[in-house]
């Protein structure tokens, strides 16, 4: 099972990006499916998180700003974020919990400067 993560670059303040995680290796949903984030000097955090169930979970820091969605069908997660902050700049990763097994994507740079 593969998590690939994409969608990264450089955004300004107050634009927006979206961030891809699509599974490959498996036919089976995920039972959690999230967003962490890593700055440098900094340990890595979770950002938002969507349930099987669709129930969500935010960061403070990025409530009312970060959506998550996922697409169960294509064994997907997206991340939508809107009026990104510099101290948004880290490396982005997916992650994807099921039986007790947890996956993580490769990681994707999200830089926010203008």
């Known amino acids: 099972v593969q998590l690939q993560a994409s969608g990264g670059g450089l955004v300004q303040p107050g634009g927006s990006l979206r961030l891809s995680c699509a599974a490959s290796g498996t036919i089976f949903s995920f039972n959690d499916m999230g967003w962490y984030r890593q700055a440098p000097g900094k340990q890595r955090e979770l950002v938002a998180q969507?349930?099987?169930?669709?129930?969500?979970y935010y960061a403070d820091s990025v409530k009312g700003r970060f959506t998550i969605s996922r697409d169960n069908a294509k064994n997907a997660v997206y991340l939508q974020m809107n009026d990104p902050k510099p101290e948004d700049t880290a490396v982005y990763y997916c992650?994807?919990?099921?039986?007790?097994?947890?996956?993580w994507g490769q990681g994707t740079q999200v830089t926010v400067s203008s």
């Open positions: 969507v349930t099987s169930g669709d129930y969500t």
């Open positions: 992650r994807g919990s099921r039986g007790g097994s947890i996956y």
